[in-house]
């Protein structure tokens, strides 16, 4: 069936069109705050851990088999020579514009990773009308996107490319004064980080020292909330400590802080010197001078990871905005809301081991007690709840030595495995087997050997392979391929709702100069260059019967000219400290917006030239 031009330029554009609508949607619900930096995490959640994984298994069992084992294999060659391409694309920009060296791995990411997950899929089934494609095209059309987005995931998370993101965070920023970092100038002065003085030390966690001397110069809220976890009898932000005492008013029993100084993992700090308290006790105006107590993990940190005594969260903050509306969120919400980068300095978090399996992006190590409500947690944190405020827990002693017997029986265990992996230097293995156990891995996994088995595809769909069948005369596991279709059919508009709103948080603070020159060499490169190359790859391959369809063929073209995955707004706010610059998300905010912006040309253009001159349609 051949189309005029007209009718294939309008069939390139109607998708687009219906694509931006449900972007635009995604936007407003983020602009009037209807989609909270909160529930996009907890929706995303949702469409990686139940939607998505239907949706892979559903089209992979239905649209391909074992005959199409070679094109899934030209399909997986094909997503790789993308992400190299756009990574030696990234590289080129990097050296002929300078780009910023804060931002250098993060340019490489937006270069390798493009959006192969959403927007083909949405696209392609927008083409399901007969005008170009069948149903049945369209269906397998899907399949091959699927394909496409599990290689792209078994790389970012199986492999750990997603930390490529964290290396433009390795080194703090230099002071611009001295070319020296403020941390390293802090620790040279005084590299045991103490305070001399005649009264006794006090031993904290070196790694959240700066955020407790801060805490502990905030406002007189946050010490009455320090105070009330610290259960004593200081229940006022002027209480001082008599000249007689060596503990300060938050009641630190003696004998807790002389088993903290001794530990190696704290660095010690002293009280004030008396003198200088007498004389701040003859001025009122002046807060009393106390030496801050170590507080548990979980009263510093929140369920997701963000400080209790930062400033004011995003509800509250809405509240507060004024008569009308509530104040849409930005992109420091969703860096409070995500950023892990004290959990991972202080080594809480160690990225050589998987993050938690049941989130887009960890909030904690998984297989470990690293939530705060764990038993593991409290034990193995180095400082004890009671230890600290001189409280006692509930448990008898029998429930503590069963506890403590089975964490011994449990360690035993492992113990074995632990030094099998260690000895033999195992531990990416590990990584990347462990990773497979994440619901799109398994989605994907599981999809590609039941298509792949055909006396096991044909329990879910019709095949060539003769099964005995159920009473309605469909296979017998028939109502799992209508269970996973049903649930996957929403996993594109929620996908492109959350796009919606993940570019209507972006903001742009500041920049290093002549950036632009990098976004707009960059775009060029993404939305321009690659398509170029992809359609040269397509239509060698299809010369060469590597693919032999026309949907094949036009899927291939499509993935080259999709822009950079947004998922790295993401990787990028896990990493991003909440105090100080962020100029990765800076240059970021400006990249996605720029291709976002021409992506509606761009895009109708390749479908456009590969409907009437590839497709010939």
Known sequence: MSIGLGEAIYAAVKPVLKIYVIIFVGFLLAKYNLATVETSRGISNIVVNALLPCLTFNKIVSNISAKDIKEVGVLVITALLIFVTGGACAFITKWATKSPRQWYW??????????????????????????????????????????????????????????????????????????????????????????????????????????????????????????????????????????????????????????????????????????????????????????????????????????????GSASSRSRKSGKGRRSSQTMQDVINEYSAANRIKSGEMDLTRPLSLTQEVGEANAFSGNNSDSDGDSENSGLDYESTHGSHRNDTPTKKLSRHTSASSKTEKTSKITRFVQKYKLGWLVYILVNFCRPASLGALLGIMCSMIPWVKALFVHTYVHVHQAPDGQPVLNFLMDFTGYIGNACVPLGLLLLGGTLARLEIKSLPPGFWKTTVMMTVFRLAVLPIIGTAWANKLYDIKWIENDVAKFVVILTWAMPSATAQVYFTAFYTPLEGSHVQMDCLSVFFLSQYAVLFITLSVVVSYALKADLKV
């Not at 149903?135 to 397998?140: K, L």
């Not at 002071?175 to 045991?192: C, V, W």
Request: aromatic share 8%; hydrophobic share 30%; net charge negative.
């Open 106 to 311: 993060g340019l490489l990411f937006a270069g390798v990773f493009p959006n192969i997950s959403d927007l083909p899929i949405a696209y392609v089934q927008s083409m399901s009308n007969g005008s170009v494609f069948t149903s049945a095209q369209v269906d397998r059309g899907v399949a091959y996107c699927c394909i496409f987005l599990c290689t792209q995931s078994f790389l970012m998370m199986n492999f750990g490319l997603f930390r490529l993101v964290g290396l433009d965070f390795r080194e703090p920023e230099k002071d611009p004064e001295h070319g020296l970092d403020s941390e390293s100038s802090n620790s040279a002065s005084n590299p045991e980080l103490e305070l001399k003085s005649d009264s006794k030390t006090i031993a904290v966690p070196r790694a959240t020292h700066q955020s407790w001397l801060s805490d502990r110069m905030k406002s007189n809220h946050h010490r009455s909330v320090q105070t009330e976890y610290s259960n004593t009898e200081a229940r006022h932000s002027n209480s001082n400590c008599s000249e007689a005492e060596e503990t300060c008013s938050l009641g630190a029993p003696s004998d807790a802080i002389e088993s903290l100084s001794s530990d190696s993992n704290y660095t010690t700090y002293s009280n004030l010197p008396h003198n200088s308290r007498r004389a701040s006790s003859s001025s009122r105006s002046k807060a009393p001078v106390t030496t801050p107590i170590p507080l548990p993990r979980s009263l510093h940190k929140t369920k997701s990871g963000n400080s209790m005594f930062s400033a």
